[in-house]
């Protein structure tokens, strides 16, 4: 990799340690989900006052139909969805696309690179490259930690398909391309790290918090559809077993058109501190 | 790559909004030759310079580089450059060879020079096993003049090189533009420091503000060199006519006075100055920016053939 696709392997050399951070924290996290799960059923979990969850907190079992929280795939969904997964995520998405080249011209280091004969194209191609790739080893690790612990566990095997983790798995992925494209198109602009790191979370807090309310509140309920968590269900994988095509074709199209639109800015901009 | 100028400027302006970086400069280098481009800090060198590398889009101007457009031509432009920016960035958590190694990967090319570069600038391999973060300025300008002409490339764009070498790093680096030259290999040098270009270059261009005040040979610079001359008066009078030195605007403070005579007036204006009560009097070379710049403030663009 380091001979072939160079600015990628520095893109993952220079974040290694924060991304193996990153990687244990996911899976501590989700076994603890599962450990949860596993000695409380989500049904007392949630029922202590004798009423169940309000329906708005269907926002935090990462589902846009009607799994709730108090079920097994709602509870492992908000594992998937919860704001510390939502931390990880952004995290490793606004680092990476601050690095792919808002930081390099703040540091100044892209004159080294972008003299040399390297396209603008291959440039963001790499660096898009090194992103997804984060993503893919984030979301993998929370998968295999979901489905380990749905295959020991009999009681959350019987209500949650090890085909429905996977399908969970990816539409994280496709989560995490949704907040990349924008998060690219950002750094292909920006001149200052900063302003990468603080879009993403702004993309990714924002984006939760719509979700929620439109939820919550009838006459918000539109504003949904602006939400990438309003497409990002897992679970709703988790409770039906498969992939929800269209919703991951959203999430998967708005990180292309975000990854097009840094293509543009950063064919027509100037690359100097 | 064509047979022509390697590099050939005309009309280059180049604006980051209201503020004006280069105006409307227009310059040619030949192939082989080694150039100096000589101007203050914020004169509009690196700039320039940037343009010249495609780093940024001239806002008006047409750049060739070995006859390319650096933009739209890149990748067939930046295979034949070499290019050590001003103020050097590297990767703090790599290492020297890391670096080198990362530079070369994205030249794509064989890097027949790296060795004996390594030996001669003193980037021994313990040196370039550890990390760049650690290196002082002078290791990282090293480290930088390796990674510009490791790939001997046809063209070396270097500004300010010299900032952070210690005087034996120095001429090393004067030798090895010396080798460069005699290779017909071009090379552009941007710097503040007038001896600096004297030593190395054939020709020479003054920016100032953006704009092209000269081009000019060594000699014809040399030529050209304003000498200060400082005089002290014992008799407590003060400033006073000096009759025809008085062209020379001369500066007082006290009884001591400051002109700047060119060298070709200097012996007749100490002849005419010392017919007073002098007690005290030193000649020197003027400094670039208050002498050299100070000769052309008014100068239109003037190209020697």
Known sequence: ?273 | MSDGPAIELTGLTKRYGPVVGVDRLSLTVGTGEVFGFLGPNGAGKTTTLRCLTGLLRPSEGRVRVLGLDPITDHSRVAPHLGYLPGELRLYPELSGAETLDLLSALQEAPVPRRGELCDRLGLTPAVLARPVGGYSRGMKQKLGLVQAMQHDPHLVVLDEPTEGLDPLVQDTFFTLLGEAAAAGRTVLLSSHILPEVQRTCGRVAIIRDGRLVTVQSVAGLREARARRIRLSFADGQGARPLGDAERWAPHWQGDRVELLVPPSEVVGALRALLSRPVADVTVEEAGLDEAFMDLYRNGAVREEP
Request: charged content about 10%.
């Open chain 1, 1 to 273: 990799m380091k001979g072939q696709w160079p600015l990628l392997w520095l893109a993952l050399y220079r974040r290694r340690r924060m991304l193996a951070a990153l990687i244990i924290g996911m899976v501590v996290f989700e076994a603890l989900i599962v450990v949860v799960a596993n000695t409380i059923s989500p049904g007392q979990l949630f029922s202590a006052g004798g009423k169940g969850p309000p329906s708005a907190y269907r926002a935090f079992s990462g589902s846009s139909g009607g799994v709730s929280i108090a079920s097994y795939p709602g509870l492992l969904g908000a594992g998937l969805t919860h704001p510390f997964w939502i931390a990880m995520q952004l995290t490793a998405i606004g680092s990476l696309a601050a690095a792919a080249v808002a930081a390099d011209v703040e540091s100044g280091t892209v004159e080294l690179v972008m003299v040399r004969p390297v396209s603008r194209t291959r440039l963001l191609a790499e660096r898009t490259a090194a992103l997804v790739l984060a993503a893919l080893a984030l979301n993998l690790a929370a998968t295999l930690t979901v489905a380990a612990g749905v295959v020991l566990s009999p009681d959350i095997h019987r209500a949650v398909p090890i085909g429905g983790v996977f399908a969970a798995g990816v539409m994280g992925l496709g989560f995490a391309l949704c907040l990349i494209g924008p998060a690219m198109a950002v750094s292909a602009a920006g001149r200052r790290r900063a302003q990468v790191i603080g879009a993403t979370i702004a993309i990714g807090a924002v984006g939760f918090a719509v979700n929620f309310i439109a939820l919550a509140w009838g006459p918000a309920a539109p504003l949904r559809f602006l939400s990438p968590f309003h497409y990002y269900a897992p679970g709703d994988a988790l409770a039906e077993g498969g992939v929800l095509w269209p919703q991951l074709g959203i999430l998967v199209g708005t990180g292309v058109l975000g990854i097009l639109l840094a293509h543009l800015l950063l064919r027509r901009r100037d690359l100097a501190p």
